[in-house]
Every structure is written in structure tokens, then in C-alpha cells.
């Protein structure tokens, strides 16, 4: 007997409804981070006469905080979980981190990393991801990250305190009840993250989880400018990307394609 033909829509829902769940939850962790980070900055400035004060200790300039990075990296005896948005990673980045994470490793530390999507288009990036998961670190990728964030030992924590101008510094934060919501936000994040190479191709109509993220990022109102540096791309990849999903949907301008994508469940 032949099958009987299914209706596009039956075949989709289930995927665009368990990707339109996933898209939200994301959402709602980006508005959560965004917001302890503000309240992380202004509980600095109350109190930075202090060293320490309310949990926190901030580090001056790019060079401060890449030391204290490694300090904490060779203090840390059990885990350190690690947010690494931005793309691509510089050749010293690169150079730094190795000697770092293989001393990890061999002392028996477990290392997590999350990476962006778009790094599987840096060879150098990639190669490093793949060489520190054959010593044992655990890497894994998503489209978009809130912030750049490091955590040793499920202790101390380090953040950005501008997450967009990593030359401001960062802050250190060792307060427990914050540490802990940042520990609930990596957790969320690495469940919905696949390992480096490790996601399916979707069907040839289906959104992949880029476009997807671009999409909703479009949808709130990030300049396609934005839109490359929170994914990590540049503005060339993420117009072609757009034009991509226009051309999935069938559509002859954005306003259309954002029409289209709301009628599809993709929005």
C-alpha cells in the first residue's frame, strides 16, 4: 500500500512548536541575565570604596582581568563552565588558554564550554574546540550567548561588567545566592546546546537554529549589525542569511518574510 500523503503543516507543527518553546525560554534567560548584571554593576558602585563588598571585587582593563582568569583557572580543583560568545577567538586567546586547559585536565578538572554556533566557520577556533575535547573537555554550541562568564568550582564567578565592551573590566562575584543563578543559567543553557558538529541539518523548508535566532533578533528590533555581533557572524554572512530565509519563506521583502515567518510558528 502507498502511504498517504501528509499535510506540511501536521509534518511541521510539532517541530516549530518545540522550537518556538525553546526560542522563548532563551528569551527569558537573556531578560534574567541582563538584569542581574545590572543589579551586579549597581551594587558595585554602592559599594566600590570596598574591596569585596556585597560579593563582588571588580578587575580594571583587559590585562587585569586575563590574569586573574588564570589564577582562578590554576586554582580550581573540580569544574570550570565557561559562556565564550564573540565568534572566533584571537590567536593569543588561543595560545593563552591552552597551556591552561590542558593543566585542567590533567589535574582532573572538568571543563564545559559553550561556543557559538558560528564558530565552526574559524578554522582556528574550531580546531581548538576539537583538540580540547579529545584531552576530555566538554564542548558544546549555541546560536546566540547572553554574556561572557566564567565559573570555577561552582564558587566564584566572573562577568563582564559591560557585556558588550569587555575593555571596561569585569566583576567578580562570589555571593552565593548569585552564583548559584548564575550556575541555574549555564545549566538551562547546556541542556539546549548540541555538542561542537554535532546538530542535524534541518529539512531543506525548516529553519536552522541560526536563522531562527536571527529572526527573533530582527524581531525586537536589533540592527543587522547587532544581529552579526551577538551571533558572532559578520554583516555579509547575516544579510545572506536573511536573504536565505526569505527565500525559504517565499518572500520579496523582510516585511514580508516577517509576516510570513509569524504565520509559519517561526516567530
Same mark, same amino acid.
Given at each position: /500500500? &502507498? =502511504?498517504? =500523503?501528509?499535510?506540511?503543516?501536521?509534518?511541521?507543527?510539532?517541530?516549530?512548536?518545540?522550537?518556538?518553546?525553546?526560542? %522563548?525560554?532563551?528569551?527569558?534567560?537573556?531578560?534574567?541575565?541582563?538584569?542581574?548584571?545590572?543589579?551586579?554593576?549597581?551594587?558595585?558602585?554602592?559599594?566600590?570604596?570596598?574591596?569585596?563588598?556585597?560579593?563582588?571585587?571588580?578587575? &580594571?582593563?583587559? %590585562?587585569?582581568?586575563?590574569?586573574? #582568569?588564570?589564577?582562578?583557572?590554576?586554582? !580550581?580543583?573540580?569544574?570550570?563552565?565557561?559562556?565564550?560568545?564573540?565568534?572566533?577567538?584571537? +590567536?593569543?586567546?588561543?595560545?593563552?588558554?591552552?597551556?591552561?586547559?590542558?593543566?585542567?585536565?590533567?589535574?582532573?578538572?572538568?571543563?564545559?564550554?559553550?561556543?557559538?554556533?558560528?564558530?565552526? &566557520?574559524?578554522?582556528?577556533?574550531?580546531?581548538?574546540?576539537?583538540?580540547?575535547?579529545?584531552?576530555?573537555?566538554?564542548?558544546?554550541?549555541?546560536?546566540?550567548?547572553? #554574556?561572557? /562568564?566564567?565559573?570555577?568550582?561552582?564558587?566564584?564567578?566572573?562577568?563582564?561588567?559591560?557585556?558588550?565592551?569587555?575593555? +571596561?573590566?569585569?566583576?567578580?562575584?562570589?555571593?552565593?545566592?548569585?552564583?548559584? !543563578?548564575?550556575?541555574?543559567?549555564?545549566? /538551562?543553557?547546556?541542556?539546549?546546546?548540541?555538542?561542537?558538529?554535532?546538530?542535524?541539518?534541518? %529539512?531543506?523548508?525548516? =529553519?536552522?537554529? +541560526?536563522?531562527?535566532?536571527?529572526? &527573533?533578533? #530582527?524581531? +525586537?528590533? %536589533?540592527?543587522?549589525?547587532?544581529?552579526?555581533?551577538?551571533?558572532?557572524?559578520?554583516?555579509?554572512?547575516?544579510?545572506?542569511?536573511?536573504?536565505?530565509?526569505?527565500?525559504?519563506?517565499?518572500?520579496?521583502?523582510?516585511?514580508?518574510?516577517?509576516?510570513?515567518?509569524?504565520?509559519?510558528?517561526?516567530?
Amino acid at each position: /500500500m &502507498n =502511504p498517504l =500523503p501528509v499535510h506540511p503543516e501536521m509534518s511541521f507543527s510539532s517541530y516549530i512548536h518545540r522550537r518556538e518553546m525553546e526560542i %522563548h525560554a532563551q528569551q527569558l534567560e537573556l531578560a534574567a541575565v541582563r538584569a542581574a548584571t545590572a543589579e551586579l554593576t549597581a551594587a558595585y558602585a554602592a559599594h566600590q570604596g570596598s574591596r569585596g563588598s556585597a560579593g563582588l571585587e571588580r578587575l &580594571n582593563g583587559v %590585562h587585569e582581568v586575563r590574569a586573574r #582568569l588564570t589564577e582562578l583557572s590554576r586554582r !580550581a580543583t573540580e569544574e570550570l563552565l565557561a559562556f565564550m560568545p564573540g565568534g572566533a577567538l584571537s +590567536q593569543d586567546a588561543l595560545d593563552a588558554s591552552r597551556p591552561l586547559d590542558e593543566r585542567s585536565l590533567e589535574s582532573g578538572v572538568r571543563l564545559k564550554t559553550v561556543f557559538l554556533d558560528s564558530v565552526v &566557520n574559524d578554522r582556528a577556533t574550531t580546531e581548538y574546540a576539537r583538540w580540547l575535547s579529545t584531552l576530555g573537555g566538554e564542548v558544546r554550541t549555541l546560536p546566540v550567548l547572553p #554574556l561572557r /562568564m566564567l565559573v570555577a568550582d561552582r564558587t566564584t564567578a566572573v562577568l563582564p561588567i559591560d557585556p558588550e565592551d569587555s575593555r +571596561q573590566g569585569a566583576v567578580i562575584v562570589h555571593a552565593t545566592g548569585v552564583v548559584a !543563578a548564575l550556575l541555574a543559567l549555564f545549566d /538551562m543553557a547546556w541542556e539546549r546546546a548540541v555538542p561542537l558538529d554535532g546538530s542535524r541539518a534541518p %529539512h531543506a523548508d525548516a =529553519p536552522s537554529r +541560526q536563522e531562527l535566532t536571527l529572526l &527573533n533578533l #530582527l524581531a +525586537q528590533g %536589533h540592527t543587522d549589525e547587532v544581529a552579526a555581533r551577538k551571533l558572532g557572524l559578520s554583516l555579509r554572512t547575516v544579510r545572506r542569511m536573511m536573504a536565505s530565509v526569505s527565500g525559504k519563506l517565499g518572500a520579496r521583502s523582510r516585511f514580508e518574510a516577517g509576516v510570513l515567518a509569524s504565520r509559519s510558528g517561526w516567530l
